[in-house]
């Protein structure tokens, strides 16, 4: 029986090169000469923290930030950015959560969607994915377009489409 994998994972290999961008960027740029910026990644908790000197520099990082991370094929959707903050010393920062792997709210809802397509297909939530099993490919191919066409807010891979 035909089947696939859906997943959100975050490249992180891909995001260190961007945040390694996002620092040259800022070493380059007339206007942040002197500007403390730190962009620490925390792999375990899934978060980014951005930090600079006040607030309207935090957005021209989160811009340079953003720019860099599309150059390198990550999806906006990846990231939920959280609110401006003022830290210690004058200084503003950001948290910005990761969205890696599919949250169980998420996933029952675009088990509901599938299910509501009236495709034959049937969908399992497996930890922090899903698994569509179909009797035909064209079903499990039918359930991409529809997954692409949604605006579920994370990003989706298909990964190990066996037939």
């Not at 403390?36 to 951005?50: A, G, P, W």
């Amino acid at each position: 029986m035909p089947s696939f994998d859906i997943v959100s994972r975050v490249n992180y290999a891909e995001l260190d090169n961007a945040i390694n961008n996002t620092h040259k960027a800022i070493a380059a740029r007339f206007d942040f000469r002197g500007v403390t910026v730190e962009i620490t990644l925390d792999r375990k908790e899934k978060k980014l923290k951005f930090v600079a000197d006040d607030e309207s520099k935090l957005k021209g990082v989160r811009e340079m930030f953003e720019s860099a991370v599309v150059k390198r094929g990550i999806t906006l959707k990846t990231f939920s950015w959280g609110q401006y903050e003022h830290a210690l010393a004058g200084k503003a920062k950001s948290e910005v959560k990761l969205n890696d792997g599919i949250e169980q709210e998420k996933a029952k809802s675009i088990v509901r969607l599938i299910k509501e397509s009236g495709l034959k297909v049937q969908a399992s939530i497996q930890g922090d994915e899903l698994r569509v099993n179909g009797k035909k490919i064209d079903d499990l191919q039918a359930v991409i377009r529809l997954l692409n066409s949604a605006d579920l807010g994370i990003p989706l891979q298909y990964l190990n489409m066996k037939s």
